[in-house]
């Protein structure tokens, strides 16, 4: 068993290994080669967005890339995962690798269960990592554009006052501030500067940041267009209205802390008692693996523990 755990790791190792020599690294090269004749290698300025968010292929390999594009029902969603977390990956890699854990963990299951069950369990969880992994650092992104979205109302409205159009104002959020509210920017202002109508553009721009901030300022900027006003105004009062859902937002996470910890607690309690059972008395916990019911009964409890993590989850995230 530990001989196929060790080939296997080796076909994975050399399946990826070949397929970054062979795709990953010519396609990089290929994009560094167009980043320098646009000219975006130059004084330290930043890589257009758009030219990636163009560039960006479902997969490296042709085949594969049309069989997704025929899929876009299913491989949308990944889609905006990857755009919503900022990293420079396609949805070939995220299945492939998913389709690689999920291969890793039946095998490893199995063989210390002895248990088909277990494997799948195990192989389902693991193929779950790039998705979880994915929306982890989306969530991280947004937060930290949600912390600066007032920042760059407020230059944009310096900018506004000072005599500037509300494209140049976009182009000095882009150039200014940091990451990620920077990409956003830069993107919003690169597509309505090469041609796509700015309304298009800015339900563009609500449509990749999920954040109701954002809709609001798409919204106020499309009434402002159609209707008319003064538009500094206008953002200054809802860079004042995201500060107020800001601090009501921590207040919210001040209250809630307790119920999180305690939902925290509940969901590794199980786990890491069933690993000191396993230290204390092998035994007796292997009583679980070697019986049918037992392994009925892990199945059952992990089933029942993602049922709680998920109520809790809803309890502890209030509306605000």
Sequence with gaps: MAFAALTFALVVVIVLGTYWALIERPARAAELALRRRLGAAKAGARVSSSVQSEARRLSSLPALEQLLARRMNLTGPIVRLIDQSGLKT??????????????????????????????????????????????????????????????????????????????AALGMVADELPEPIAAEFKLLHDQQNFGMPLPEALRSFGERVPLLAAKFFVTAILTQRESGGNLTEVLTNLASVIRDRFMVKRQVQVRSAHGRVTGWILMGLPPALAVVFSIINPKHFAAMLDERLGIQMIVGAVVFQVVGALVIRKIVNVDY
């Design 90 to 167: 396609t949805v070939g890699v995220v299945l492939l690798s998913a389709g690689c854990l999920f291969m890793l963990g039946l095998l490893v299951g199995q063989t210390w269960s002895g248990s088909l069950q277990v494997g799948l369990v195990l192989g389902a969880c693991l193929a779950a990592a790039p998705v979880l992994f994915l929306r982890y650092k989306g969530a991280r992104r947004v937060r930290r554009f949600e912390e600066l979205f007032p920042e760059a109302l407020d230059l944009m409205t310096r900018a506004l006052r000072a005599g500037h159009t509300f494209a």
